[in-house]
């Protein structure tokens, strides 16, 4: 194989990208639940999403309590965890495998390829992560959550080439193109590789990773694979 290991992004890559609807949802039931109006709890999620990745809140629902009293309810420790039972929820189905992750995981291993992951996430997704389907495929998964770094910070890369052990040239970068993360790894000096998924329904419709990206392309997740033997 050409390259001795693949980065791989976690949403829209090994998993469907973070679902904007099905999150509206989820945040809409939390919201009836609480006892506040679903239009400003959605905002007040989306004003913690920043911190929320570079891990100075551990989770969504560590705040649940906070938002719910600033926009004038007193929720009972029940309604709380109901609110916490949906949010789980949704996070647990958003990290179903995408059919084709599991096969090349397995090929790239029976390869002797390295596999690494560097992932933009909040705090309720990496033990999640880990022990789901995919996670014995990761020795050292990289999430910003817990690193503080968030893509295409540089350090965030070099945290994911050091659990990896490789050189950057020695490490092809694989994903759907948010937050500038395929610029990002190629200034870091990998060969970086979009995959073409459907944007529709995410919060971040348009990239310019997407849009504008001049390198790789694959329309199916299992042509990594030939690349790698490129």
């Known amino acids: ?89 949704f996070v647990e189905e958003g990290l179903e495998p995408l059919p084709q992750a599991i096969p090349l995981l397995e090929d790239l291993r029976r390869g002797g390829i390295a596999i690494g992951l560097c992932s933009n996430c909040s705090g309720e997704v990496p033990t999640r992560f880990m022990r789901g389907p995919l996670g014995p495929f990761f020795e050292a998964p990289v999430f910003s959550s817990e690193v503080g770094f968030v893509k295409p910070n540089p350090r965030i890369y070099e945290a994911a080439l050091a659990g990896l052990g490789l050189r950057p040239e020695e490490v092809l970068y694989v994903g759907d193109g948010s937050d500038n993360e395929l610029s990002g790894a190629a200034a870091c000096g990998m060969r970086a590789v979009l995959v073409e998924v459907d944007l529709s329904n995410t919060y971040d419709a348009r990239r310019a990773d997407v849009d504008d990206w001049q390198g790789d392309r694959v329309h199916e997740l299992r042509d990594v694979l030939r690349i790698c033997d490129g």
């Open 1 to 89: 194989m050409r390259y001795r290991g693949v980065l791989f992004d976690l949403y829209g890559t090994l998993v469907r990208p973070f679902r904007r609807r099905e999150h509206l949802l989820a945040v809409a039931q939390c919201a009836q639940i609480l006892g506040v109006p679903p239009d400003a709890l959605q905002q007040a999620f989306n004003l913690d999403y920043q911190r929320r990745i570079r891990g100075e809140l551990k989770s969504a629902w560590e705040s649940l309590a906070p938002m719910a009293r600033a926009l004038g309810a007193q929720p009972s420790t029940a309604a709380l965890s109901a609110a916490q039972e949906i949010l789980d929820r």
